[in-house]
Antibody, heavy 111, light 107 residues
Framework: QVQLQQWGAGLLKPSETLSLTCAVY????????WTWIRQPPGKGLEWIGE???????NYNPSLESRVTISIDTSKKQFSLKVTSVTAADTAVYYC?????WGQGTMVTVSS | DIQMTQSPSSLSASVGDRVTITCRAS??????LGWYQQKPGKAPKRLIY???SLQGGVPSRFSGSGSGTEFTLTISSLQPEDFATYYC?????????FGQGTKVEVK
């Protein structure tokens, strides 16, 4: 049974950097593409990007210039950084792998 | 980007009803599609993968069909716990893209 637990700062000011981490418990870390997805309040889901256990990444072109996804296989963790945030980045951020999802982190960008 | 057009955007139904939700892809995605259920305040839960394979632990009243550009999620007999929002997700091409969602509400 794979479980994902995520954490990170929930309140940011415009221009700051969003930073979230997701830890994977159980299962094989090499089995999945590790993914970040976000959902603005009251809206649909947006795929941000993914990373493999070997560190290969794919990003959504709409965010690619500001997004970095990294991985630490020794800790079975992967992370998301989004630079220069604005109010438009306010959303619940989820980590996921296969059919497994984290609990979500609400990130609010406000001055 | 592949556009996933989901319909309807919302529907009203009663317990016991048969419910059908459709996703159309803007290009051929073979069977690289999943269906997700999301309840308020919760993470999405995958119901169907590879267009028609039932995720373990998901009730058999859920089924998926289709390939290429047209896909369907069917709930054969709607249960009270099925009132939620449903999304399709294509993983044939980058960036991965979701449908806009279908909210299933109580009639």
């Amino acid at each position: 049974q794979v479980q994902l637990q995520q954490w990170g700062a929930g309140l940011l000011k415009p221009s700051e950097t969003l930073s979230l981490t997701c830890a994977v418990y159980g299962g094989s870390f090499s089995d999945y593409y590790w993914t970040w997805i976000r959902q603005p309040p009251g809206k649909g889901l947006e795929w941000i990007g993914e990373i493999t256990h070997s560190g290969s990444t794919n990003y959504n072109p709409s965010l690619e210039s500001r997004v970095t996804i990294s991985i630490d296989t020794s800790k079975k963790q992967f992370s998301l950084k989004v630079t220069s945030v604005t109010a438009a980045d306010t959303a619940v951020y989820y980590c996921a792998g296969g059919s497994n999802w984290g609990q979500g982190t609400m990130v609010t960008v406000s001055s | 980007d592949i556009q996933m057009t989901q319909s309807p955007s919302s529907l009203s139904a009663s317990v016991g009803d048969r419910v059908t939700i459709t996703c159309r892809a803007s290009q051929d995605i073979r069977n690289d599609l999943g269906w997700y259920q999301q309840k308020p305040g919760k993470a999405p839960k995958r119901l169907i993968y590879a267009a028609s394979s039932l995720q373990g632990g998901v009730p058999s009243r859920f089924s998926g069909s289709g390939s290429g550009t047209e896909f369907t999620l069917t709930i054969s007999s709607l249960q009270p716990e099925d009132f939620a929002t449903y999304y399709c997700l294509q993983h044939n091409n980058y960036p991965r893209t979701f449908g806009q969602g279908t909210k299933v509400e109580v009639k």
